[in-house]
């Protein structure tokens, strides 16, 4: 039998799973503010309302990608791989999952 206390995986995956969401929304926000709030001059062509979609689409994109990769890391540890592949598998899909989330959000205005 398991002991609770040693085990890799956390015993309430609900709460995990919003922590690393939570997580992942705060990098994609934090990233797409240095681009968004370092334009000193937008094109006037983009509208006035230009920084809405960015600030909305990259942290929505960073909390799906650290909810996969909460998913994807408890699935590999309970198949017992290496934990640095799962470490490093689980990275590049939230960095993959954080880089779409900015094209996405900046296409259109920064990203053309």
Known sequence: MSDVATSPVPAHPRRGLGMACLL???LGFA???TF???VDHP???WG???RVRPLIVAPLAGAAGAGVAYYTFRLLVSWEWPRFL???VCGLGLLV???MGTVVGLD???WN
């Open 24 to 26: 992942g929304a705060c």
């Open 31 to 33: 990233l797409i503010t």
């Open 36 to 38: 968004v709030f370092g």
């Open 43 to 45: 094109n006037p062509a």
């Open 48 to 50: 006035p309302d230009w």
């Open 86 to 88: 799962v470490w490093l």
């Open 97 to 99: 999952a954080l880089w």
């Open 108 to 110: 259109g205005t920064m």
